[in-house]
């Protein structure tokens, strides 16, 4: 262990790097903001989404972080929820994780908008019978209650509330992500979405994405301060992770079959599985192998339990898995051409009964990543002027508090 | 089988529902309370007395006619491209059975549906369905979530993703906006029919037939009652306000 522990960015004295993380964000961010108001000013027409494929890349980027952001509060969950110690040791980190990624994924989400102008009247007038609307809602009250969660943790006054705010937060964005699934849930006329799965398997990928996320950042944290990170802790993670992305496997698997039980289904489940070109390729390599098997096969590898790099390794295969899986389910869902009249071949000037084709432009790629960015940039500032770090060893914080 | 589809659906909108009254309870009823007090009433200007509906007969849509598509580009102002970013409101539809190999051709347009899946899920409001059964984008509240053009079986919607000169000012349309067939509501208010129906008319094909269906001595309402109609996708249960005759 290293001897000279700082509990936040500051203390270390690190500015170069720190300001050089900014500058990388914030470029990054500059490109997202051009992108938003080229296409502002001409339209989604410089995008790859067209009447087809309404919904493109920033949406399998931002739904990836939506999710993975209800995810990653399962750390701190396990912590005041079921009381480990380990786990509270990572709240902090956790709650403000579920903060920043969800912001990255809203700020995609309204930056891809047709009148991003309108903000104020999508937070206005709601259709309460819209799951969306609920979503924004949800949305809305992630943050009051996350961002409590979080004060109960670094204000000592607060501490009688630690716990059944955390509760709170734990059913609601159990909530959130039932609600984030919905979304594909209600689409019921597209053979792609019509499974009452999608709620419950959208809760069990948010554990596994949310847990990945959380791991790298944690990594990253670690390698700044020069800390090693302890044994159990490492196998603890490792092991959570396995049964998230395991868990993961089986629910698509069951997806699937389920799918293949319904005669009706036969022709979108033999487009996806097997003729479907990118999509099939992005679903068996991307979302099973590289998010699925290949991470579980380096957590249980021997070297495992002494490298904390092959878990880091792991979680990042889960993390591009996810977003194979997103672009699978989103885009895939809508290339698949819709069947208005079963039993008969469509055609028409408005490529009906054709499988859509979908490629992004630059522009809403810069668009996409933007997500990324605005959580990258909210969360290397965050962790450096306030104490966010996972501290193991310390037995005695107090010392430092309130040195913000 | 529809009606169970229809009580799942519901199922799922009850329980969702009940977990947004809890949301808003506990965010602050404020939220709740400024939504409740701006949304609008869509039954401004239209009675529920009627409801608009068309009948296309496919037997005597004619091949290669594509006059129908014509005549809704000039009235709302489309350009007539057909790029896969053009707007499109009414399509001529060739389908073709799987193992008897019979054609029919029809034009595809918004059903206008009793139970629109589209209002259903757009979070603003925007979508909305007129007394009379016309289903409408209020082009000031859309903010093109595109949430509905996922949601229509009949992908009868369309994004606007360029910007937009020349309009008809009896029609507002623009960028960043979704749009779809309005029935020509300008001209139903005014006692006419939709273009498209006036242009089959015009051709002598006759194949499209628009009126009250509330109304048993429209001529629509009649026909209903003497021939077979198909519901495109009647296992949704949307009760289209647009069938077929012929298939
Ligand atoms: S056809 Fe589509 S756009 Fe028209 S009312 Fe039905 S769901 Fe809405
Ligand atoms: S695109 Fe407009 S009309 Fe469609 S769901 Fe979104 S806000 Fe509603």
Known sequence: MANNICLNQKECGKSTGFWLLLTLGGLVMLGTLSAFFFLEHHGHIKTGMTNQIVWGLPHVFAVFLIVAASGVLNVASIGSVFGKKMYKARARLSALLALTILSG????????????????????????????????????????????YLLTMMDRKLKPWYKPIGMLAFLWRLALTTATGSIFGFLVARAGYNSALYAPMFIIYSFAYGLACFIVVQAAMYKWNDIEIDEAVLCRLKNLLATFVAAALYFTAVLHLTNLYFAKQWDFERFLLSDGGIYTLLFWGGQVMLGGFLPLLLIFSPGARKQPAILLIAALLVIIGGHAQMYVTIVGGQAFPLDMFPGYAESSSFFDGVVHAYSPSVWEMMLAVGGIATTFLITTVAVRVLKFLPEDEIKDPSSTVGQH | MSESMNSKLEDRRDFLKASALVAGVAVGPGVLFYGIAHSRSPEEGASSKQRWGMLIDTTKCAVGCNDCVTACNTENGLSGKTGEQDSQWIRKLNIKHLQTGVEHNLPMLCQHCENPPCVDVCPTGASMKRADGIVLVDRHICIGCRYCMMACPYKARSFVHEPLTEQNPEVPRGKGCVESCTFCVQRVDRDETPACVEACTASGHQAMLFGDLNNPESDIAKAMKTVATTEVRADLGLNTGVRYQGI
């Open chain 1, 105 to 148: 994924g809203l700020a995609v989400l309204v930056l891809d908008l047709g009148r991003p102008d309108r903000l104020i009247v999508a937070m206005t007038y709601y259709n309460f019978k819209s799951i969306f609307a609920l979503n924004m809602i949800f949305y809305n009250g992630f943050f009051a209650i996350v961002g409590l």
